[in-house]
């Protein structure tokens, strides 16, 4: 037996998603004394280079991109407190139609069934009261977000836990906001056309079915702090531009769609681990 009370477990694509989503409640059950057990599927292999060198331009080293994002990663959970950090180690798909998601040893291109046994395995070691990964869509259609939910899934179906699953996700009124901020830091948001404004306006839930919010305020320093360790990703992470006070009072509430419980508790909740303490 282990002393710790309960566990958290996130399960995420790359290096620097787990600052993003939840960077919040990583650091805020850490605090409140909990195991916190990050998965990362990829190796990150996909982000920009040395001086922001990009995927596929002369110069790009995967493997040299990947060792940077793990020791970044490293970084990135010494700040949140995260009690235990595995990698699955696939190699980043890309954005969805790049050229790598058809690359051999890819995320998106590894059978469920694989990606599954070896997350039902981090699944039994752990024994996680709650669970956290994506939605069906990977919250944007990015391919290794798809697959870790759909590895995450199956993984739960493997093994007779029955934790809390939640998937991340955002509120419409919030995704509207982002966009505001955006153009008042300067960033340069094109318009989109009319396909990519539909699929944007799919982005997240409507406020009311969000089930879960959970207060990270105290922790967005640490949040920030978390997603600056990725500094070699600065140019892609926008919300670094906003400085901690502004970030801490747009990023300071992480929000999530419970998926599944055997608690009862009510919802809308503020707490991932509601009814299990």
């Not at 801490?248 to 809308?268: H, I, N, S, W, Y």
Request: aromatic content about 8%; glycine content about 10%.
């Amino acid at each position: 037996m282990n002393d710790w009370p309960l566990t958290l477990m996130a399960v995420h694509a790359h290096p620097d998603d787990e600052a993003t989503g939840t960077g919040g409640v990583l650091a805020r059950y850490a605090a409140e004394g909990m195991r916190t057990v990050l998965v990362t599927c990829t190796d990150g292999g996909c982000g920009d280079g040395p001086g922001g060198v990009k995927p596929g331009d002369p110069g790009h080293d995967p493997a040299a991109v990947a060792l940077i994002r793990r020791q970044e990663l490293e970084a990135s959970c010494e700040v949140l407190k995260v009690s235990h950090l595995e990698m699955l180690d696939y190699a980043d798909s890309g954005m969805m139609g790049w050229p790598t998601n058809d690359a051999p040893g890819s995320f998106w291109q590894t059978p469920v069934e694989e990606g599954a046994a070896r997350l039902a395995e981090l699944l039994r070691r752990y024994q996680p009261d709650v669970v956290v990964t994506y939605d069906e869509n990977g919250f944007y259609g990015h391919p290794d977000h798809i697959q870790a939910n759909r590895i995450t899934m199956a993984a739960l179906a493997m093994t007779a836990l029955t934790p809390k699953v939640y998937w991340t996700t955002a509120p419409r009124s919030m995704m509207q906001r982002f966009g505001e901020v955006m153009r008042e830091f300067g960033a340069d948001v094109q318009e989109p056309d009319p396909a990519e404004a539909a699929a944007l306006a799919e982005i997240g839930l409507p406020d009311e079915e969000i089930t879960t919010w959970v207060d990270t305020t105290a922790f967005g320093g640490q949040k920030f702090d978390a997603l600056a360790a990725h500094a070699s990703q600065g140019e892609n992470i926008f919300f670094l531009r906003m400085g901690r006070e502004r970030f801490t009072e747009l990023m300071g509430v992480e929000t999530f769609v419970r998926v599944q419980d055997t608690t009862g508790a009510a919802v809308p909740e503020n707490d991932l681990f509601a009814g299990l303490r």
